[in-house]
DNA sequence: ACCACCGTTCCTACGGCGTAAGTCGAACCG
DNA sequence: CGGTTCGACTTACGCCGTAGGAACGGTGGT
């Protein structure tokens, strides 16, 4: 198996010390290498400045894809209008229409822009040239980051209608799906095997990173505005028994662990199709096609 | 193994005929028993009768949101404005705020009420009354039909912020995670399993359902608004080499195969962690921890 | 130096949006 | 039969996206 270099190897009991206690907490977690702030990056700030006298900067259609980009990780995407982004960029609203169709173009423009990020990613190789175990988890790491980056942007990255059914989110771009299929390929899996594997990917990254920055945002939204329920926040789960007696470990963020753990498990999928020559993905038993009922062994 | 019932269990070949040739088709799959035209179902229309003179019925929340539910199957979700929605329900905009907060809690209560449609799905049970295998299978082709039927709300049912952060999408409800986690409970899972594996569970339905809907989505619109691009429609794929040569390939539609082909993979990777008292999804090799390079068996 | 030109930005305006506040008519109850 | 209540209607406000045109600044020709 190559190496699979891009985030931490080393491994981490699921309890890793105290259970958090009443649910939300300020999240830290000092050990993802995918979060902004351990990749020296600060927050989302107006990096905009507001009017910028003396010269005039042309203003150009990067330059607007960028303001909103930065507008949305600041303010979250609901706050986002054309007038607000014109003042943002010290501009009248009327000035963006010079460059950008639409609104519904912008946010074109903004999801491809924040994708293309993944050609900036020196973690992320657009070959396979460590093999393609190697490049999935590259590219599986480099769009963690962006959705980490970008937390009020990944869900319109998720849900924007893709260009043609086959690109899937979130890898919405030609280039990267054209990038991806040849890695797989020149790598020894056949056509359908490529595409089985490009769905399944896509699937994976799609529904965990969608749930984690949901998560996380959540739980920021909680923080920075302390008065959700005002007894406290437990909610009432009397009639939930399960759930309150779960709700710490519910409560603990192991999305990283999930997240490498799950990937590996598909990868590991991907070469267990490789090595037979399927063209589907293999159930973890040794014997796929024997569906009859085994004996039950639940604990 | 318990009996898997929703779905077809015939293995189905990935190629299964003809290609499909160019890449939008209508999109028919008569075998696909969650789709809603294959459970006597018809399309969306305005169910709601648009005034409604002779006898006034007198407009409570529950005929509100169900008017917005079918505004939105029938229009799309961008259409759906409190003024349109009261047109539709033969009233001024503003006597919908006697019964609704605003537009985002109305919002919300369409997302739950659409996920309560899984109490009136008679395939779904909320008991674990044939094991947690047929629960998990059951519930997941009921939320897939959810999916299949609200295309146009599902988006909103997996973006929506949810009321905590372990309150994961698709399953938006408390009840449905609480019986969720007692179904798993009650079968043998301990508490950290029962966690991981809904986990796992949410981020596949997820990650899945909104993949397929957003391609129907892209699918349905660019039948029946003919003219994405002009010539034809085979885009200039000419840079994409391997996107055009697997094109057919790409479009072909096995949503239905993936998904029971995953959640059975998923499944069984829950039995595994069950019988092995894991606290993690085992992946597919014999022993997990021997990471160290194999050799490559790349062809 | 002047001026015509032209690309860029700003100003004004329109219809539609969500919704706060007040109005009004019918139904109900003493 | 008068008063009260309640549900739908009307009006109004500020913000939205954006169409159309006016204002402005730099540039090249003469």
Known sequence: MPPRPPGPTEE??????????????PPDHPDD?????????????DAVGPPD????????????????IAFVDAH???????????????????SLYRYVPGREDLLDGVVDTVVDELFADPDVLFEPEHGWQDYLQRLAHGVRRIALTHPALFPLVATRPPSAPWVRPPLRSLKWVESLLRALHTNGFSSVQAVVAYRAYTSFLLGHLLLEVAQRGVAINAIDDPDGSP???????????????????????ETLTEFEESLESLLDRLQTMLDTGAHHLPPVTADPQVDVDLPQTGI
């Not at 900067?57 to 894809?65: E, T």
């Not at 007894?231 to 963020?253: C, G």
């Open 12 to 25: 981490e009991p699921l309890q890793d010390g105290a259970v958090v206690a009443g649910g939300i907490e």
């Open 76 to 94: 979250g995407l609901p706050m986002l209008t054309m007038r607000r982004l014109g003042a943002a960029l010290g501009v009248e609203a009327m």
């Open 231 to 253: 007894t406290a926040n437990p909610m009432d789960l009397v009639e939930f028994p399960l759930i309150s007696e779960l709700q710490p470990l519910l409560s603990l963020d």
């Open 53 to 68: 006298l003396g010269t005039r900067v042309p203003l150009d259609r990067a330059r607007i894809i960028d303001g909103a």
């Open 33 to 45: 290498p995918d979060l902004p702030e351990n990749r020296g990056l600060r927050a989302a700030e």
